[in-house]
């Protein structure tokens, strides 16, 4: 007798998608889940994605549990995990930097400003043309990101850059550097976050 498909993967240009069934038990899901992940395991290795669970909405324990199954049967590095809840998408940050001590700036860098700190950093504000902005650790800008960001700066390849709109000058994780195209800088777009993988920055979007 063939088994229902309660848990299916799809890669998408966003990452990693998790389809599940919206009436199958959570014990029969956590199984056909260990059992997937095992027989891919290969196709997992050392991924470094964000990851969508769809479908159903999860408790935190729950979440957890999924997740535990994850990362003890595959290499994959999850930078992000979106969840469906009642009300809307949740967006959590799973790197190991999200430990940093973070500092919440608010209020807009102007052309000239810079703002440095030994953590991450928030800014609820825009990082116009000529500012720029460097943290130890991650860096989110709830706003547009215009002038110029360097994250890890001290050498941290695992840190990220998000920005609600991403149009920067240059962005700079540890030690690598990258710019941005002038298409890339222009009309609407989703929150983005850039990362490092295979010794190159890779800007994905969040939504």
Request: proline share 3%; hydrophobic share 40%; with cysteine.
């Amino acid at each position: 007798m063939n088994q229902k498909n309660y848990v299916i993967f799809k890669g998408t240009k966003d990452g990693v998608t998790v389809l599940f069934d919206a009436d199958a038990p959570f014990d029969e899901i956590c199984e056909q889940l260990r059992q997937k992940v095992e027989e891919a395991g290969k196709f997992f290795d050392n991924v470094k994605t964000s990851l969508a669970f769809k479908g159903r909405e999860f408790s935190e324990e729950e979440e957890k549990t999924l997740l535990q199954i994850i990362t003890e049967n595959t290499t994959m590095r999850i930078t992000f995990l979106k969840t469906d809840t009642s009300a809307g998408q949740k967006l959590t940050n799973l790197l190991e930097e999200d430990t940093h001590i973070t500092k919440y700036h608010r209020g807009s860098l102007r052309n000239g400003q810079r703002l440095e700190f030994d953590g991450s950093l928030v800014v609820l504000g825009d990082i116009n043309p000529g500012a720029e902005i460097k943290a130890t650790g991650n860096i989110i800008v709830l706003g547009q990101l215009r002038g110029m960001a360097h994250a890890g700066c001290q050498g941290t390849a695992e840190a990220f850059i998000a920005a609600v709109y991403m149009a920067p000058v240059q962005l700079r994780i540890a030690d690598i550097i990258t710019r941005f195209p002038d298409e890339n800088k222009k009309g609407e777009k989703p929150a983005e976050y850039a990362f490092v993988q295979d010794g190159q920055i890779f800007v994905m979007p969040l939504s």
